[in-house]
């Protein structure tokens, strides 16, 4: 199995700045990208674009799912997933826990009328006080999901994500202990670049942009990952570096949000492709990426999930930089990872640039 370059649609520009989904598609094409991540609130604009309502109901969902699935067909582009299912699991009210159950049921039909079989579920950050503490709750909800996935046909796979700045999970470590507890077959991984560094090598508060012990720590994590992780059950890459802050974020930086941890005022602001190192890229993301590829072996889609501050601006040039950019990235890995990538999809990606 090759290597195979994807994109989430959101890192090609919001929707709410008015970058319409199916250019976002069609960028995506363009710059040689073979899959895209739905991002579901690009989903949920397109329906309401298509049903010409401000709200989008179950119905209208699905018939948007439909159509981007014939629209990438027509681009050969395979949708690898659909994502963030968020604050699913662990919920500390149980009502609230059976109407993200209702979410997920319709989140599997949604994958059905996309013509995926992945959804992405990432670890919650709700207030403590929402989110239980003990880990078996999370594991049973978790377990919940996969049952209900797996009972569909064809089986849907779930990847669990540890978001760096997670209340209760917010390692890949706590993740993949949570995927063995699981224990089922179609409920995996999804290991992330930027969240791995952002919990253990990058400290967006301190006025150095590090944990005291970034490089100690990120060899030694890199090191379990590659001994523990079992390859099989990684679902989902994705890449993502980060900007080097010049200052610390604190509540006088511009990012600050008061209600948000730094590490996700960062994410939401200033995530890099790989190798901008001249935007400010400073994680050690070829070193993660070095070990997921090649000591533990990973061969799929690995696909660029960017969040930051220029996709939220009105600019009609942003899918078509943003996705020149990926693309640029996409080559910067190959050569410097060695990838074994598509040659029809690296050859127009080359010129395009």
């Not at 089922?184 to 942009?209: E, H, K, M, Y």
């Not at 390859?231 to 200052?247: H, I, N, P, T, Y």
């Not at 949000?257 to 960062?266: G, L, T, V």
């Not at 072996?297 to 009609?316: C, Q």
Request: contains cysteine.
């Amino acid at each position: 199995m090759a290597h195979k370059p994807s994109i989430c649609t959101m890192s090609l520009g919001r929707s709410f700045a008015g970058h319409s989904l199916l250019h976002k598609l069609d960028m995506a094409a363009r710059y040689g990208f073979r899959g895209i991540e739905v991002f579901y609130e690009d989903l949920v604009d397109f329906a309401k674009l298509l049903a010409r309502s401000p709200a989008a109901s179950p119905q209208d969902q699905l018939a948007a799912a439909a159509a981007i699935r014939a629209h990438c067909r027509s681009l050969d582009l395979a949708i690898v997933c659909l994502q963030p299912l968020m604050h699913y699991e662990g919920l500390v009210s149980r009502e609230a826990h059976r109407e993200r159950l209702r979410d997920a049921e319709l989140w599997l039909e949604l994958a059905r009328a996309l013509g995926t079989d992945l959804i992405l579920i990432p670890s919650s950050f709700l207030p403590e006080r929402e989110v239980a503490e003990d880990g078996d709750v999370a594991v049973a909800d978790l377990r919940e999901v996969a049952d209900m996935a797996a009972r569909r046909d064809p089986v849907v796979k779930v990847a669990y994500e540890a978001l760096c700045w997670g209340t209760r999970v917010n390692t890949w470590e706590q993740s993949w202990d949570i995927v063995r507890r699981v224990d089922r077959d179609n409920f995996g991984i999804c290991l992330d670049t930027f969240n791995i560094a952002g919990r253990v090598f990058a400290d967006p508060s301190s006025t150095t942009g590090r944990t005291p012990d970034a490089d100690a720590a990120t060899m030694h994590t890199l090191q379990r990952l590659v001994s523990a992780v079992d390859v099989s059950k990684v679902f989902l890459v994705q890449v993502a570096d980060g900007e080097r802050l010049a200052a610390p974020l604190t509540p006088s930086h511009a990012f600050y949000n008061p209600e948000q941890p730094s590490r996700m005022s960062w994410s939401r602001n200033a995530r890099l492709f790989y190798g901008e190192e001249r935007q400010g890229a400073y994680l050690p993301t070829r070193a993660i990426l070095e070990a997921i590829v090649g000591a533990l072996g990973f061969e799929g889609w690995l696909s660029f999930e960017v969040f930051n501050r220029r996709l939220a601006e009105a600019d009609k040039d942003v899918p078509e930089e943003m996705a020149r950019r990926a693309a640029r990235a996409w080559g910067r890995m190959v050569g410097e990872l060695g990838l074994r990538g598509e040659r029809v999809a690296e050859e127009r990606m080359q010129a395009m640039l």
